[in-house]
C-alpha cells in the first residue's frame, strides 16, 4: 500500500488525527503536491494549533513555493506555540529561519 493511501485511511477512521495528517502532508510536500500538502498543514494546524513542528514545516514548504512573507508569519505562530510548551529548542529553530529569510 502507498504511504498517502495508508494515511488517508487513517484519517478517515480519525480525521483529527494528527501524527497521521503531518506524515500525510510532509508526504505530499516530498513529492512535490505543494498545494495539496500546504492544505494538509492548513487542517492540522485549525485542527490542532499546538502542533509546533506543522509551523516549521509549513513555513519550510511556504519557502519552497516562493511564499517568503507566508513562511515567516507560520514561523512566527510556531514560535509562539512552541513558547507555550517550553520548547526552546523549537523556538531556536524556527527564529534562525526566520531571521536568515528576513535577511533574504
Do not use: W
Amino acid at each position: 500500500m502507498d504511504k498517502i493511501e495508508g494515511l488517508k485511511e487513517i484519517l478517515a477512521v480519525d480525521p483529527r488525527n494528527s501524527f497521521a495528517r503531518y506524515g500525510l502532508a510532509m508526504e505530499l510536500a516530498s513529492r512535490g503536491d505543494t498545494a495539496a500538502a500546504l492544505a494538509e498543514f492548513d487542517t492540522l494546524l485549525a485542527n490542532d494549533p499546538g502542533y509546533t513542528q506543522g509551523y516549521f514545516m509549513v513555513a519550510q514548504t511556504l519557502v519552497r513555493a516562493g511564499r517568503k512573507p507566508e513562511a515567516i508569519e507560520q514561523l512566527k505562530a510556531g514560535m509562539n506555540c512552541a513558547t507555550r510548551d517550553g520548547n526552546s529548542h523549537a523556538v531556536n529553530e524556527m527564529q534562525t529561519m526566520m531571521e536568515e529569510l528576513q535577511q533574504q
